[in-house]
């Protein structure tokens, strides 16, 4: 089973920027991003494929938010900008056993979570 080690959160003000990373451990998975504010379900964020030829976006981050991965390693990168204070939330970062090269979004396609880390945008 992979385990996956969020980093990178923080407080920061609305237009500023922040890197979140996910490093996981054993194979290679597609990961998602998901993200889950106080009193809202857990919602999709980004993913990125195995193989990280596909990428996913949820459309409030669009143009926003990039996702990516290591060639080489197994780290995952969720570079953040333009941030506003709806971004706030708990971001997780998830690990789908599925073996084809999709992106999904539902929370309940994915196997591993991290443990998350809080990303908290001030107006």
């Known amino acids: 089973q992979v385990q996956l080690v969020e980093s990178g959160g923080g407080l920061v003000q609305a237009g500023g920027s922040l890197r979140l990373s996910c490093a996981a451990s054993g194979s290679r998975y597609t990961v998602g991003w998901f993200r889950q504010a106080p009193g809202k379900e857990r919602e999709f964020v980004a993913g990125i494929s195995r193989s990280g030829r596909r990428t996913n976006y949820a459309d409030s981050v669009k143009g926003r938010f990039t996702i990516s991965r290591e060639n080489a390693g197994n780290t995952v990168y969720l570079q953040m900008n333009s941030l506003k204070p709806d971004d706030t939330a708990i971001y997780y970062c998830?690990?789908?056993?599925?073996?084809?090269?999709?992106?999904?979004?539902?929370?309940?396609?994915?196997?591993?979570w991290g443990q998350g880390t809080q990303v908290t945008v001030s107006s």
């Open positions: 998830a690990a789908d056993y599925d073996i084809s090269d999709l992106v999904r979004s539902r929370p309940l396609s994915y196997d591993s």
